[in-house]
């Protein structure tokens, strides 16, 4: 999938930005003990929401391979890799791939890969294998996406059929958050972002949400519709999830994950 366009010239910025941004927290990221224990809050809730999909390398169960969208250091992937069979972690930064890779070699990750690549330059991607993974997993980056529409299609490109996508990230401090269902528009889709945007009364922290950024978090409203009527996903749950407290603040998180139709 390309971007063209405007699109292009925002995603290419943002792009960019976030790339400067993380190159330069790389070297210093795993001393940070908020983004340590964020990355062990994601590991739990993704065990408690779909640990019953995953397999252990050392049962009879079906193999399990991961796509982690947004990696950064392999954080989780040095938890997750002993639950299933293999996992590929996928980021923009340089420089957390660096710090990943050099993670692989030196602790000997022998199921875990780490690569450099923007999803939606279909030449970087083209590293990956089209339907090869069992499910999609991204922890706090989809807030960081000039157009989530467009990650998120791309990505469905490297699930399988039958496989799970699963996002986890801030909730929109809104009363809107705690809606069971709701369908509308695209058109309606940019408009409830921009008011989450306008209306949002929390700001993230610095230690919670990296200055460059999109988003302040997402509804359960908008993430149902987004997974049902945008990614054409079945058996859709969107709920809370561990809140993080960071900097003595508690900021509301959500997961959402949903199959892609066989």
Not at 8 to 21: C, F, G, R
Request: glycine share 6%.
């Amino acid at each position: 999938m390309e971007i063209k366009g405007k699109d292009s010239s925002a995603h290419t910025t943002l792009l960019k930005a976030n790339q400067d941004h993380f190159d330069e927290q790389a070297t210093k990221w795993d001393d940070d003990p908020e983004y340590v224990k964020v990355s062990r809050t994601s590991y739990a809730t993704i065990m408690h929401h779909l640990g019953r999909f995953l397999s252990s390398r050392d049962d009879d169960h079906p193999p399990t391979n991961i796509l982690n969208f947004g990696c950064g250091t392999g954080l989780l992937e040095d938890q997750l890799r002993y639950n299933v069979t293999s996992i590929t972690g996928i980021d923009i930064s340089d420089g957390m791939i660096l710090r990943m890779n050099t993670k692989i070699q030196a602790e000997s990750w022998m199921n875990v890969t780490a690569l450099q690549m923007d999803i939606l330059d279909e030449a970087q991607a083209s590293l990956l294998p089209v339907q090869g993974f069992d499910m999609i997993i991204s922890c706090y980056t989809f807030h960081h996406l000039q157009d989530v529409t467009a990650v998120g299609g791309a990505l469905l490109k490297y699930l399988k059929p039958g496989g799970y996508l699963c996002i986890i990230d801030f909730a929109a401090a809104s009363t809107e958050n705690n809606d069971v269902h709701y369908h509308h528009t695209q058109h309606d889709h940019q408009q409830e972002q921009d008011e989450q945007q306008q209306t949002l009364g929390m700001k993230l922290s610095e230690a919670a949400k990296a200055s460059i950024g999109s988003h302040d978090g997402f509804s359960k409203r908008f993430l149902i519709d987004y997974y049902q009527s945008v990614l054409d996903l079945q058996n859709v749950t969107v709920e809370d999830a561990t809140p993080l407290n960071c900097d003595g603040i508690e900021y509301p998180t959500v997961i959402a994950y949903g199959q892609k139709k066989k």
